[in-house]
Each structure stands twice: as structure tokens, then as C-alpha cells.
């Protein structure tokens, strides 16, 4: 008897051309879209419809902090002031002197919850600065990367127009 | 005289790597694609910050406001003057009644430019105030120098 030989099983090849095109268009299209942006993060502001600030605040708490931004005509900082100290534009003075208020002291009712300060920045000057006014009273990074809080509640002074 | 027959098989190239590659790539971008085109405006520079760390967890009701160096505000991509805000923080805040939230419950997201006039910002705020809306956040990028 002859035994018929049979034919090996075909090689079924798979088609990879149209997977490769699309693939390269997806990746072209999320490089084309790809777009580096800085992280963004928020400050908090505090700022109360006028009837409800109203009212005596209690004896304990500190006298809200006055931080007075002046600005020269170009909208530039010219002087930085807090209460009777002046810091000359020197953020770094404010940051300093925040820290000696507020102390090491945290938790409820300590003065870093209970401080308040209230910006009150010429109408031209730059927002810029005003960020980094809040940069200053809020808080300071710490070598690891961690974040101190100082002061919390900060809001404006209501606007004078100049 | 004798040809030699020229074989003609077909050199078969391992596409597998370059597939692999090519997937981790399209993966890669995919992740740090960012859709929230609203958020953004190429025209606000936005004054930088140390405390300025990403939020980890989002905001209730978000409304951005954009504050130009021109004295002018970009909310929902309209550019209005400071005057002409209230129609549309009111029409935001009928939008929250509907689904059955007070503005106070929003939060106004203020992106001001680092050259914007600090009084447009109040302007902005007190505006906001007369709409009913109570929160604010100011919106800074991040920096990791002092």
C-alpha cells in the first residue's frame, strides 16, 4: 500500500503592515500632542463676604498681621512693610520675621492657626509679587522637600482705587 | 555551462522588539497626555512659587478664572473687561443652582498673570463676591528655588 505523503501545513503569515501604520499615526498624534507643563499648585485665600467679617474677634488671638505692599508707578515693589517694620523689598525679611512670630508651635489654637494676615498692596503693583508676599507668610519648603505652614488665613484689604 | 540556481527565500524580519518599543512609547505618551486644555491659556504666565504644590485632591466645583496683564478676564474661553464678568459668573452660578449647589459651594480658581495689575485681581475677587461665590484659590507654578 502506498501511503500518499502529505503536504507540510501552509505557514499562515500574519499581515503586520496595516497594525504598524496605525500604530506610528497613534504614536505621532500623542508626540505631536504632547506638551510639557509646569506643575501647578494652589494658595488658599481667605476672603469672607463683608457681613460675615464683622464682629470683635476674640481677645486671645493675635492682632491681624497688615503686610503693605507699595509699588512704584511701573507696578515694581518699592517697599515692603509689616505693622511699624520695614523690610525694604526684601521678601526674605518678612519670611524671617513671620517665622520669629509664629514660632515652633502647631495644633489647634496654636498662633500658626490662628495668625491672620491681611495684604494691603498698592493698586498698580504687580500680582507677582503678591504671590510671593503669600509665599513668604505661608510657609517654607524644607530641605526634604516638606512644607511648613506659617500662616493660613491671609486675605486682602479691601481695594483702594488709585 | 551550468547556472547555479540563486535561492530566493524570503528573509523574514523579527518585528516583535520594534512592536514592543513602539507600544511602550504610544503608552508613555498616553499617560502624560493632558485633555484639560481648559485649565490652561498660553497667554497667562503664571508668577511662580515654592508652596505651590499640585492639589491632591480636586476641587469642588471648579470655576478658572483668567487674569490678563491687559486688565481683562478669560472665563470659558471669553475674554471679558472686569465690568463684564458678573453676567457670566451669574449664569455659572444658575448653572449650580440647577444641579442643586449654592456658589458658595464652588471654588474660583484665579490664574492671574505675574504682570497683572493687583487691583484687577481684587476687582475680580469683590466681583466674584457679588455673584455669592466664597472660595478662592490663586493659582501659582511651581518653582524649587527660594
Known amino acids: ?162 | 555551462m551550468k547556472l547555479s540556481k540563486i535561492s530566493t527565500e524570503i528573509t523574514e524580519l523579527d518585528m516583535t522588539p520594534m512592536i514592543d518599543m513602539t507600544f511602550q512609547l504610544i503608552a508613555f505618551f498616553m499617560m502624560l497626555l493632558n485633555f484639560a486644555e481648559g485649565d490652561q491659556n498660553q497667554r497667562i504666565q503664571l508668577p511662580s512659587s515654592e508652596l505651590a504644590k499640585p492639589a491632591v485632591a480636586p476641587l469642588e466645583s471648579p470655576i478658572t478664572l483668567h487674569v490678563t496683564d491687559d486688565d481683562t478676564v478669560i472665563i470659558g474661553g471669553q475674554e471679558v473687561s472686569v465690568d463684564g464678568l458678573k453676567p457670566y459668573l451669574d449664569r455659572e452660578a444658575s448653572v449650580l443652582a440647577m444641579r442643586g449647589k449654592s456658589p458658595a459651594a464652588a471654588t474660583i480658581i484665579i490664574r492671574g498673570d505675574k504682570d497683572a495689575k493687583t487691583i484687577t485681581v481684587q476687582d475680580v475677587i469683590k466681583t466674584c463676591q457679588m455673584s455669592k461665590f466664597e472660595k478662592f484659590v490663586l493659582r501659582a507654578k511651581e518653582d524649587r528655588g527660594y
Open chain 1, 1 to 162: 500500500m502506498q501511503i500518499e505523503k502529505k503536504n507540510p501545513p501552509a505557514k499562515v503569515e500574519m499581515q503586520m503592515t496595516p497594525m504598524i501604520d496605525i500604530v506610528f499615526q497613534l504614536l505621532t498624534f500623542f508626540i505631536m500632542s504632547f506638551k510639557i507643563v509646569a506643575a501647578e499648585g494652589d494658595f488658599d485665600i481667605k476672603m469672607p463676604l463683608a457681613a460675615r467679617s464683622e464682629g470683635l474677634p476674640p481677645e486671645d488671638k493675635l492682632p491681624p498681621m497688615k503686610v503693605r505692599l507699595m509699588a512704584t508707578s511701573g507696578g515694581q515693589l518699592s517697599k515692603i512693610r509689616l505693622n511699624d517694620n520695614d523690610f525694604g523689598v526684601s521678601f526674605d525679611g518678612l519670611h524671617n520675621y513671620i517665622i520669629s512670630v509664629i514660632g515652633d508651635e502647631r495644633g489647634p489654637g496654636s498662633r500658626q492657626e490662628t495668625a491672620e494676615v491681611e495684604l494691603d498692596c498698592d493698586p498698580q503693583l504687580h500680582y507677582e509679587y503678591v504671590v510671593r508676599a503669600i509665599t513668604a507668610v505661608s510657609g517654607y519648603t524644607t530641605g526634604e522637600g516638606n512644607i511648613v505652614k506659617l500662616v493660613e488665613k491671609i486675605r486682602f484689604s479691601p481695594p483702594k482705587k488709585g
